[in-house]
């Protein structure tokens, strides 16, 4: 991963002293920060004028996003038949409706054509989204910027909520264009900071007001005041469920310890790292396993996890002479020296060593936990970008 | 977390700096949000003359001069306001009465703020012009501030504000600060700016704000002759007002604009231009791309409100809904005579039994027929994409005034009946009803809601009595919109300033010798009728050694007076040509230009456009020539003059020997025209347009036909073909040129139909060619006028010519069909006709005289000008007309004749005669120096005749009848028509 390997200059003692302390019980932090604790960051909206939405996140360190979503409406592919316009579809009911007159009897197929649009058939596509992600000195091509970029949008379209809100009617949507720039060098692995911007840029995007009603040519209002949030903000004390776009958290794990949103140099040393898509189930309803309702607070839900290969993963730990091919004349000694193998492959105290193998089943699924649990970081994180006045 | 709010107020340039947020849906389906940052100024000024402080600082042209102040120093005071006032209307006042602001006696010193102008831009264009156009005139002393520029009075909008208020606000704050800066003025007297409001909104929190403001209505009471101002305000705004609780509505509901569009790109709806039957008000139509004839609209229901000229959008019924086009002769008038305007809402029907009844007739009618008439796709309207509501010449319906109205002064709701047929009674409210009586007026339509049966509008001003001269050539030409007013200064400045003293230079080397070749020497005469003033053109003809003729056509150099783009060349352009009614000429040139400095005078020299050709015996072109030139007429002929000087055998000398070779070529010319298919259509209609294309009567029954006639005739076509080459030749795209597209097949279906079963006779159309010959065949030897009846009504079933830009049509489109010619334009009546003078500038570059002027390049605005040209030519053609119909009229006042007549069509109950020439008729009205042929075409008139009830003999198309033609005011509805009876079918 040619991004969170940037800029590595430590020398294995610092390593090896970094992996001890974030095991410690609890972890000691390059920056003093609680394992579960967020770097400090500031935050506005609408920062660009002439976008439907957009946000500028800036982190402590120095990093600092900055999120533009551009909505454009777009006529939709009817996935059917292709290229039907209005009047062959139109034609279509009608002959339907004659054959379904004559023949009286219906199916509920036809019936549900006719009938006036449910909720079912506001379906989005997944190409409504497009994403960008710029991070400086890095082509858009770069593996990097690409997987960023596949990881972001995964998350967004993952429950589908955030494409159905983009339906206009059965012949029109709308399409989003999102700008992700990152417009400080790449100081950590910016996933983090890019999905928080884009999370708030799209929590202040708005759209024109529609006008016209049914599957009509859409018209819109041309006051730009009138316009509405894509995502609609409900008053916590009216209980209002309030729909929100998921977020990614990063979240690694060093020993038994998890640490959230880890800086560059813990990242360094972690045993196992993740990205973990978290977003906010409209309604509880629902009865899916991964939902975690806790009484009346948000009702989070799991959208997606990815590993992601930490430094350590990549630098390839060395192989004893016994075990090494390459060195067949010299390694196929006796099984005596174990001692030496041991040195090699072992884990000694002070010396830092890559780490090797899988992670435990059970470890991953204990950061999952954490992101997830009520007032846990994802929570929290939630909580503060509440905060954020959208202008 | 942190959440970072920037405050305006920390930036330091924030106070000068706004931005207007909006968003924008394009045409092909874009929806942008649009951010304009506005940056606010202080120097903008107040534009009062008693202001010292604005012009110290008002922003500067280039050449270091401020604009003058526009707002008097003294301005009139009201009993309101006796230390004189500034008006500032907001918008609702502009749309509710800018008939008043028209006024000549009240609205001076007027501020229009930018906020109000945008806002009346986009609630109507029209009203917007008239504004712009106000707001242009010196004395009414307009001013348009820009309030929304200067940092004072901008508004920035609140949370939860719409825009209406923002902008009303915005209003209110600039009346504010209007009083407050002029307050700082050390003048003792400072006027009051005042807000003039219709919105009672806005009214009370003007009060509340203490910002100076009045009810229009209020305004107005406190004015001089207050009762023909209030006549002036909107209807509509009142009643929503007094009347909210009355929901009833008559009309269905229009579809949305979204609908509509979507419904007309689907191809499920249609939009076209609505034109009302001019035998039925309750039958429209509609043409449009998708159906080869045009939709019929049936009855009041269907037609939902829309009035002749708008485009709508109209949904196809159901096939069995189909129906023949009517057969009966409708009158709105004779049907719902006894309306009373007040009662409108009571009755709850739109469709009165009446009508209803009208209509049912029909269709059991269109039920018997159906094997022999296929009906026609009917459709109903479901909106207006645009109103094209105009200023409508009416009177009120006597009927419709109540007694005490004729007295008093209480305001009352009448029905003004408009001249135009096809336009519905429109409802207005007037104090002034008893005035008003039998007079014409002026009024325009406000609105027609669906709770209205009938559209309603206000008065807009009194023309004079009706049947007086004055005021029906005025309702003329208002309702042809032909402009009348004189010319303004401006344009007079643009005449040469040596007036009816200028002369050609003398001296060769003026510059306007410049490329001009001096054709004094030769034998040049013009022939026109007798009495004509504006001599366009003048010929010669001479022998040429190798045995071919040279012939010369001279046309008036009007482009040489007429300056491309300067006020006069604007004002021609606009109107397009000059208009002749039968008493009055209303000419498109100053009088100068027209009858004197451009007119081939005789012996006088003149500056000419001439078109030389040098022809063989057989009259075809060897060569052809164009060149600016100087040219001194030897003789100005009649048409009678010329033709005895061409048969008196004992004149020898060599202008008679040249006119003898122009008419021995001009026969030669005309035989191959008429090989070449060209038609000779003998109809009143056809007749005018030909005589716009030669500037020649070539009326050949009323007339005997002199060839001296049809040798200026000839030769006219024969230089404006040759010019509309060059100019093609020169300018492939810009050429303005003149087509006459080739009927549609399906125009003559009918006509032929009947002419087989009716006589047995055979009309081919397929080509013009083809067409002539048949129309000659079309004989009856004891009828000759059936020949030209016939050729009146094939007429009737031809486009009409058009003036077009080259580059807008395919060479194959260029063709014109009743002369037969591949390619025309007009090039030889550029004193009365607006084309012509195009095509001399675009001949003057094409020979390298003079350069082109953009305007003449400009395909853009050429096709501007060939579309407004297009429109004044029909227009003057039916003002031509209706002032003919009018004197007509009223030469027939109070007598009764007894004439034959021929059925040219035929309704359920009634029919449509053609009265040919009226021989010996009496008295025509006086006879001044006007156009040629127009008194020819008083003597054809075609009447339509009020139903015959007792229509007992069965009466044929084509039929020779006698009728008894009276003139007939009708006592209800005080309108003036022609009633004719039938007394017996002629054998």
Redo the contacts between chains.
Sequence with gaps: MATTSQHLLLSPAELAYLHTTLSLSPPLRPDGRTATQFRPLTAETGILPSTNGSARICFADGTEAVVGVKAEVEKTVSVGIPEEDESSRQARQRRRKQARETKSTTTTEEEAEDDAVSSEERRGENEWLELSVEIPGYRDDDSGTVFLASMLSEALLADGELTKKLWINRRFHWKLYLDIILISPPLSYPLPLLSLTTHLALLATRLPRLKSEGDEDPMFDDDWAASQFIFTRGSASTGTSTSRPPITLLVMAVGGNVIFDPSKEELAVADCALAVSVGEAADVETDDAAVVAKGGARALRLLAVRTIDPPSRLTAPGVPNAVNAAAWGQGATTAKETGLRTAETGDVEGVWKAPRGGSKITLISTMVEKVLEKGGVADEVLEGLDGVELA | ??????SVDTDPFASNLS?K?????TKN???Q???REVYLRQDIPCSSRLCSKCIATAPRSAAGNVSPFVLSDKPAGTKAFPQGHYLVPDTNALLNAMDLFEQGSAFFDVVILQTVLEELRNRSLPLYNRLIGLTKSQEKRFYVFFNEFRLETYVN?EV?ES?NDRNDRAVRHAVKWYNDHLGQTKSKDVPVTVMLSDDRGNLEKAKQDKVPAIRLRDYVSGLKDAERLLDMIAESQERVASKEKKAEFLYPEYF????M??GV????LHQGIFNVSPYNYLEGSIKVPAFPKPLLILGRDNINRSVDGDVVVVEVLPQDQWKEPSTKIIEEEAITKNENADNDEDAADVVTEKERRALQEQVKKTQGLTTEGRPQPTAKVVGVIKRNWRQYVGHVDPSTVSQTARQGRKQESVFLIPMDKKIPKIRIRTRQAGELLGKRILVTIDSWDREHRNPVGHFVRSLGELETKAAETEALLLEYDVQYRPFPKTVLDCLPSEGHDWKVPTSTDDPGWKDREDLRGLLICSIDPIGCQDIDDALHARPLPNGNYEVGVHIADVSHFVKPANAMDTEASIRGTTVYLVDKRIDMLPMLLGTDLCSLKPYVERYAFSVLWELSPSADIVDVRFTKSVIKSREAFSYEQAQLRIDDASQQDDLTAGMRTLLMLSKKLKQKRMDAGALSLSSPEVKVQMESETSDPIDVKTKELLDTNSLVEEFMLLANISVARKIYDAFPQTAILRRHGAPPKTNFDELANQLKVKRGLELRFDSSKALADSLDACADTSEPFFNTLVRIMATRCMMSAEYFCAGTQSYPEFRHYGLASEIYTHFTSPIRRYADLVAHRQLAAAIDYEAMHPAVRARGRLEAVCKNINVRHRNAQLAGRASVAYYVGQSLKGRVAEEDAFVMRIFSNGFVVLVPPLRHRGPHPPARPRRPGARERLRRRELHPAPLRRLRRAVELFQKVRVRIRDVKDEATGKRGAKMELVAPAA
Excluded at chain 2, 1 to 6: D, E, F, G, P
Excluded at chain 2, 21 to 25: G, I, L, M, N, P
Excluded at chain 2, 256 to 259: A, D, F, Q, V
Excluded at chain 2, 265 to 268: A, C, E, P
């Design positions: 977390m942190t959440s970072l709010k920037r931005s947020v909006y968003v924008r849906s389906g874009k929806v949000k649009i951010v909008r939860d825009i949305s604009l979204s609908k569009m979507t790109k689907s191809g499920m």
